[in-house]
């Protein structure tokens, strides 16, 4: 019996896609899966709207992704903290410039699915100033001045008129000085939040950020929360191994190239398609150029398939489980791959 209950434990449904996800996000995600996913249009969420990344953003966001799918349980001090603070101190790891990369990628990821830049907005006229801009630039280097000069002789300060506007960002193009930072860290009734372009997003808001982009871009995703840590590493260390024998690896502009040749499409309505759209795309134009070739090879008689059995159609394809119909250990697939 309790053999019985592990091999539950272990092996997901085969159509179970939202794993040990609230049954609140998974009503949310399975409506969402038909008003906007499929149509590749933008949701609505906290004042703002998540948009579908293209593949001309292909690699980053497969990169910044990680903000998203860091498993906060993995890490002692991160089992007591939510998917938020866990996220945000991660950012301020000083060691080998770990916590610039991972704001770096928060950034980067909340400028491509909310299609924003980041820096200062004016308020008045809604211009955008870059933290790489020289007027930043300059803005920075007065303010950093003037306290250098009040710490070196305070004196001088006492009894003066000081202009505190010169402690103030001025938008370049109007010259207003109310502006706020597109992506800050803040609080929420003292609970860590972000906020973007104005908007708050809580740390319950952020739960619900993180499944509906993994959802929304990639029509494959599943939830792994409720897979065995020993099953996931085992099977990450398979595959591992076997693009190490086979060196299955193909950059995105082969992907791309490939869709190409085998399609109307062109290159740059490629890439300015989803990653969703464009994944599904080339996944189809594979099954069905190997269903041809099975057909053609049965057809034939150069390929005899067992009783009972019949090639697999190249649409009407069975729902596999999250890791597929294989489960072998790490030893097995080293000994028939032979490493």
């Known amino acids: 019996m309790a053999e019985e209950e592990k091999d539950i434990q272990v092996k997901p449904l085969a159509d179970d896609r939202y794993g040990q996800l609230d049954k609140d996000i998974v009503d ?64 301020k790891i000083e060691e080998n410039d770990e916590g610039r990369i991972w704001s770096y990628k928060l950034q980067r990821l909340f400028e491509l699915i909310f299609k924003i830049e980041n820096g200062i907005k004016c308020e008045e006229c809604g211009y955008i100033t870059k933290y ?12 950093s001045d003037i306290f250098k000069k009040f710490q070196e002789d305070p004196s001088k300060f006492e009894g003066q008129s000081f202009d505190e506007s010169l402690l103030k960002f001025h938008c370049p193009k109007c010259g207003c000085e109310k502006t706020h930072n597109m992506i800050k860290v803040t609080k929420d009734n003292n609970k860590t939040a972000l906020m973007v372009d ?18 929304q871009n990639y029509s494959d995703y599943a939830d792994e929360s409720g897979i065995d840590p020993e099953l996931k590493k085992d099977h990450d260390e398979k595959i591992r191994i076997q693009q190490a024998k086979n060196d299955v690896h193909a950059t995105i502009e ?38 041809k070739i099975m057909k053609q090879a049965v057809s034939s008689g150069f390929v005899s398939l067992p009783k009972g059995k019949s090639i697999e159609h190249w649409i009407y394809k069975p729902i596999k489980d999250i890791y597929g119909d294989s489960y072998k250990t790490v030893d097995e697939v080293t000994e028939l791959s032979g490493i």
């Open 254 to 291: 082969k992907k791309v190239t490939c869709l190409t040749v085998t399609t109307n499409y062109k290159y740059e309505e490629i890439y300015n398609m989803s990653i969703r759209r464009f994944a599904m795309a080339l996944a189809t134009v594979d099954d069905l150029i190997n269903y």
């Open 28 to 91: 949310l995600l399975k409506n969402y899966e038909y008003s906007y996913f499929r149509e590749d249009t933008p949701i609505p969420f906290c004042g703002l709207y998540i948009h579908p990344v293209t593949v001309r953003n292909y690699e980053e966001m497969a990169s910044c992704c990680s903000c998203l799918t860091l498993n906060k349980n993995e890490d002692p001090k991160g089992i007591t903290m939510s998917h938020l603070d866990y996220l945000i101190s991660k950012t």
């Open 198 to 215: 104005g908007h708050l997003i809580t740390k319950n808001d952020f739960n619900k950020l993180r499944q509906i982009v993994l959802f």
């Open 132 to 143: 790489s801009d020289k007027e930043y630039a300059d803005f920075t280097k007065t303010v």
